[in-house]
């Protein structure tokens, strides 16, 4: 079968949707099933060295100059149509709402539907507009939460049979829990920086936190792309303990590592998500996290975490100081994470999304 990737988001520094498709990609190549079959790498531009070890696929990089949703709409299909290609796979929320190739679209959350005072009219107009355009046209839609998946139904009008849930893995910083963690009380936040995130508060509360414990550092990885814009340097300059918190928009895949490695607790107090992969990867390299209290927090999670009931920073300190300094809190967290952790593998995930690809190509669907 020829599969045709829709592979933007492998530009760049790949996170979100390029670690999604990176991740798959990773273990495609692995994978005896895969052998069967040709991958079209569909993109705007080369990707010059971007794409993630695929030595073990029969793989080509399809190029055609364009930019954002009109080359989505007009040249992907294109591009597919003229590879012969038996399906399209678009694992970034949106694709063609026109073309002959059977699709598959990965929708990781609707945030911009069931929320749309979180984004510009603009873009949320265009979002919600091309993807419910290609839910609806897509042979099936995955998505990584059940959570996700009841949001999709009701807010894309799309049927529920359609839809297939495939948890994310969680094993890219596994190893680093078998690495002897240091003392130092470093608190790690990563994902980029959205409102719903409530980054600003997680500063506030970190902020009282430091008062009784002036040797606790918080660090902060993500790109800032709040609406309306909050300027986060210009909270942590305002907070008091200002010299313990350090922000930075991206680091390199071995400082990420370390970090992991170095820090005692993970903060994520996210509002909505379609799954919560960076709470996930901490758990993993063995680290206590305090999230917020939400519906897909539980579902993902379950019992290996500290729950905040709301972003408040008089509630956020007491939480962060539990996965700091109390060890019967963290052993319970940590104690429950096989459990939790066991329920993802990229390997598993890689599976079943070929599985929807290749049935959704198949001449009988």
Known sequence: MRIAIDA??????PTGVGRFLSEIL???SGMAE??????LFCAPAPLRGQTPDVIGLKFETLIEAGHGTRWEQRVLPRLAERARADVLFCPGYSGPAFGRTPMVVAIHDVSFAAHPEWFRWREGLRRRL???????????????????????VEHLGVSASKVDVIYLGATRFRRDAESARGDEP??????SIFNRRHVPETI????HLARRHPDARFTIVGDNRTFPAIDVGDVVAGTKGAEHVSVRAYVSDEELADLYRRARAFVFMSEYEGFGLTPLEALAAGIPIVVLDTAVAREVYGDAAIY????????????????????DTRTRVLRAAPAVLARYS???????VLDVVVNAGEPSS
């Not at 470093?186 to 994902?191: A, T």
């Not at 506030?204 to 902020?207: C, E, I, L």
């Not at 990229?346 to 079943?352: I, K, L, Q, S």
């Open 34 to 39: 895969t052998a069967a079959h040709d991958f």
């Open 26 to 28: 990773r273990e495609w």
């Open 204 to 207: 506030r509360g970190f902020a």
């Open 308 to 327: 905040v009931a709301a972003p408040d920073r008089h509630l956020i300190a007491p939480a962060l100081e539990q996965a700091l300094f109390h060890e």
């Open 186 to 191: 470093l608190v790690l936040y990563v994902g």
């Open 346 to 352: 990229w390997r598993e995930c890689a599976t079943r």
């Open 8 to 13: 933007r988001e492998l530009a760049g520094q």
């Open 130 to 152: 091309v993807t419910r355009r290609a839910a609806r046209r897509a042979a099936r839609v995955i998505t990584i939460s059940q959570f996700s998946r009841r949001e999709i």
